[in-house]
């Protein structure tokens, strides 16, 4: 999963992860790639502009977002799988909280579960992970979609976050996840403030520390809005999510979560560069 580079070792420590929401309510793109075919088109424009990996999601987790079914989810996201592994071999992701929808995925063709409850959702999510023996990702999320934004506080939230977050690994390593597949995601958006996000990103390698990979995801969020009011749209965002995503680089993020892939990789072509010259 490295992408190889003829200018600096930098541009290996990145890699982009391209998103490919299968939802019809998503906060950035909702219905736009609903269709398994549009879905797949979009997918292979993404691994065109440079996506190492693609993370096909069929459940909005956007702020308010109601649940989805379990066989709606997996109608949505396995065909999309099976078409995309049949025209790449690259590392594919599904975004779900439930066991079965990553049985299916995996099933269909994919290699990684980024699961926006770090395996807590339900009984067997861990089981089913050391079961699949892909990789996955834990990530942080205070209370759930419905509610997360309503007034979340913490202490510290780094040191929360990141306790949290070791803590969740541990489980999954005991239930037999390898360490090797295992990374960690602090979650920017989900129950956090822009105070929350911004230090997040100052600190993240606070929890890089912890020796797990980390995936940063800030794509198109709400947190730069909060920064820039004009940008009220998500394609508004652009520029935001480029300053995020390099600064998760710079600062130990082993693999941004991006809608915009071209862009990215291309400022994280130029990143490397001013680092080779440094």
Request: proline share 5%; net charge negative; with cysteine.
């Amino acid at each position: 999963m490295k992408r190889e580079s003829q200018t600096s070792p930098m541009s290996v420590l990145s890699q982009v992860m391209g998103i490919v929401n299968v939802t019809p309510d998503s906060f950035s793109d909702g219905g736009r790639w609903a269709s398994t075919a549009a879905a797949v088109d979009h997918a292979m424009r993404l691994v065109e502009q440079g996506a190492d990996v693609l993370d096909i999601g069929g459940e909005s987790t956007r702020p308010g977002a109601e649940p989805v079914g379990e066989a709606e989810e997996i109608e949505r996201v396995a065909p999309v799988i099976a078409a995309v592994r049949a025209r790449w071999g690259g590392p594919i992701s599904v975004d779900t909280m439930k066991p079965a929808v990553a049985r299916a995925a995996v099933a269909a063709g994919a290699t990684m579960w980024n699961d926006v409850t770090a395996l807590s959702q339900a009984p067997d999510s861990l089981a089913v992970a050391a079961e699949l023996g892909c990789a996955v990702v834990l990530m942080h999320m205070k209370g759930e979609p419905r509610t997360m934004q309503a007034d979340p506080r913490y202490g510290d939230v780094v040191a929360e976050v990141r306790d949290y977050l070791r803590d969740r690994a541990g489980a999954a390593m005991a239930a037999g996840v390898a360490r090797e597949n295992i990374w960690l995601d602090p979650g920017i958006g989900f129950g956090k403030t822009l105070e929350h996000n911004m230090a997040l990103t100052a600190r993240l390698g606070e929890l890089a520390a912890l020796g797990f990979p980390v995936l940063y995801a800030a794509s198109r969020k709400r947190t730069i809005q909060a920064v820039d009011p004009t940008a009220v749209e998500a394609t508004d965002r652009l520029g935001g999510s480029l300053a995020l995503a390099l600064e998760g680089a710079r600062r130990g993020a082993r693999m941004v979560r991006v809608h915009d892939v071209r862009e990215t990789v291309q400022a994280l072509k130029l990143l490397a560069a001013v680092a080779a010259a440094g």
